[in-house]
């Protein structure tokens, strides 16, 4: 099925501990148990199917070791790594832009039941990983994976409680006076369109970010603090909170006081933990180009 198997798997090893390294580094402890479980799996597998049928049957390769969504091991690497395999399984048959890269990545995340915040933070990671795995194969960085678009008017966008891609944002626009937040992901500041004063440190928005991605989910303080202020946290557990209660304070400014985005949080978060509810579901609209403008 591949002019050369091995270094397929190579690339599936590599890219999917390094993704999980980066993004789910709690997890980092048991992935070479399970790789090694995976790639004999695979193996089998590979032997026994042609290319076009070689992942529907791994799904429950997945849901037989205990990992996939739903059982009571909830973990991300099993179904991270399936995903990734069959995106540079994909890729092997050619070049593509950021926008049918994306859509592979989309569809295979549908397809094998992978959450709206797994399915996001693939979309985020995997383009420049899949281009560093060809740059170091054909010692060239002309040879991208990934050909530039053509389209530089694609948008990723968050709102109303999933995550989409769009080349076009024009019915949003029309409500945008609607949302309670409008924020630009793309642009190098954020100031509030209520209140000139107010302005969101970049940490206020990758606080909101990760809670709008696990909206009507709890989160744990400890959770958050390390995938929001990952590198930055402090010494105690008490002054991280801080910096949370800190960046609410700049979200409820920019919304237009106090009591206006607090009021969809859970109560008592410092001790019971994050969870944006599901009312605020058609109060945001977030968005950045997938090729950012230029000025």
Not at 20 to 39: A, G, H, M, P, R
Not at 84 to 107: C, Q
Not at 275 to 280: D, N, T, V
Request: proline share 4%; glycine share 4%.
């Amino acid at each position: 099925m591949h002019s050369n198997k091995d270094l397929w798997l190579n690339n599936v090893h590599s890219l999917s501990k390094k993704f999980v390294e980066d993004n789910y580094s709690e997890e980092l402890f048991f992935f070479d148990t399970f790789w090694q479980i995976f790639s004999i799996k695979l193996n089998e597998v590979i032997k026994s199917h042609d290319a076009a049928s070689l992942f529907v049957p791994m799904s429950p390769v997945v849901s037989e070791l205990s990992f996939a969504r739903g059982y009571s091991q909830d973990f991300i690497t099993p179904i991270a790594t399936l995903i990734i395999a069959e995106v540079l399984h994909e890729l092997n048959e050619g070049k593509y832009t950021a926008p049918e890269l994306e859509d592979i990545i989309h569809s295979s995340a549908t397809l094998h039941g992978a959450k709206n915040s797994l399915t996001a933070c693939l979309i985020r990671s995997l383009p420049s990983l899949c281009n560093e795995i060809m740059i170091c194969k054909n010692s060239n960085p002309q040879e991208a994976l990934i050909r530039e678009s053509p389209r530089p008017s694609e948008y990723r966008i968050w709102t109303e409680g999933i995550y989409i891609v769009s080349d076009n944002i024009e019915k949003y626009v029309k409500k945008k006076g609607e949302y309670l937040l409008w924020i630009d992901l793309s642009a190098k500041q954020h100031v509030s369109s209520n209140n000139p004063e107010a302005f969101l440190h970049p940490r206020a928005v990758h606080l909101l970010l990760c809670l709008v991605e696990h909206i009507g989910t709890t989160l744990s303080v400890e959770y958050v603090i390390k995938h929001v202020y990952k590198g930055n946290t402090s010494l105690t557990l008490e002054h991280d909170k801080g910096k949370i209660a800190q960046h609410i304070t700049q979200l409820n400014n920019f919304c237009g006081g106090r009591g206006t985005f607090d009021s969809y949080l859970s109560a008592n978060w410092r001790h019971a933990g994050l969870c944006l509810r599901k009312e605020f579901e058609d109060k945001y609209f977030l968005f950045s180009r997938v090729l950012p403008n230029k000025d």
